[in-house]
T-cell receptor, first 113, second 114 residues
Framework: DAGVIQSPRHEVTEMGQEVTLRCKPI?????LFWYRQTMMRGLELLIY????????DSGMPEDRFSAKMPNASFSTLKIQPSEPRDSAVYFCASSTDRDTEAFFGQGTRLTVV | AQSVAQPEDQVNVAEGNPLTVKCTYS??????LFWYVQYPNRGLQFLLK??????LVKGSYGFEAEFNKSQTSFHLKKPSALVSDSALYFCAVRALSGYSTLTFGKGTMLLVSP
């Protein structure tokens, strides 16, 4: 397996634009996590899914953020409208269950100008 | 609420010397503890975990960690550091029971000099 695949690797967008981040988890992994990493706040869990169903979205900062998992092999994190303070590295991770180690993608570095 | 403290932003060690990266935690009940490593421009990679059993856990790349329940610590160690160990290290915890998710520390940058 190629591991968790995220796209794009880098995204630069203007404030107010919609941004969509994509993730393909490892096949057979039932859990998918979206994290955000910044210097100030470290690594924060935004939302996680189990069997394509959102379980906990309490980490989603505000209504501008939304995440979907239409099937077991694909998830998106959307920010609309984007703001400069959304600039961060966004990671997707997957695991076979909640208690096993998660495998992380390489991340998407988002810059909102 | 659960939390993780990594008291050192950076640890410097010479190649060949032993290294320790500190982690203390707070959680209700028994903990489930992890260490991850992040190399530049990469995602986090799993190093090791502790659930129950032997307090000394061995992981990838020669790393090990010692669980100390009385001190609520889970320090990462390696007997002999390599320059290639230079990276950002994260400790994470969650309660063994219940439905909480992992809480990560802010990370400790390890710099190993030749």
């Amino acid at each position: 397996d190629a591991g968790v695949i995220q796209s794009p690797r880098h995204e630069v967008t203007e404030m107010g634009q919609e941004v969509t981040l994509r993730c393909k988890p490892i096949s057979g992994h039932d859990y998918l996590f979206w994290y955000r990493q910044t210097m100030m706040r470290g690594l924060e869990l935004l939302i996680y899914f189990n069997n394509n169903v959102p379980i906990d979205d309490s980490g989603m900062p505000e209504d501008r953020f939304s995440a979907k998992m239409p099937n077991a092999s694909f998830s998106t994190l959307k920010i609309q409208p984007s703001e400069p303070r959304d600039s961060a590295v966004y990671f997707c991770a997957s695991s076979t269950d909640r208690d096993t180690e998660a495998f992380f993608g390489q991340g998407t570095r988002l810059t909102v100008v | 609420a659960q939390s993780v403290a990594q008291p050192e932003d950076q640890v410097n060690v010479a190649e060949g010397n032993p290294l320790t990266v500190k982690c203390t935690y707070s959680v209700s009940g028994n903990p489930y503890l992890f260490w991850y490593v992040q190399y530049p421009n990469r995602g986090l990679q799993f190093l090791l975990k502790y659930i129950t059993g032997d307090n000394l856990v061995k992981g990838s790349y020669g790393f090990e960690a010692e669980f100390n329940k009385s001190q609520t610590s889970f320090h990462l160690k390696k007997p002999s550091a390599l320059v290639s160990d230079s990276a950002l290290y994260f400790c994470a915890v969650r309660a063994l029971s219940g439905y909480s998710t992992l809480t990560f520390g802010k990370g400790t940058m390890l710099l190993v000099s030749p």
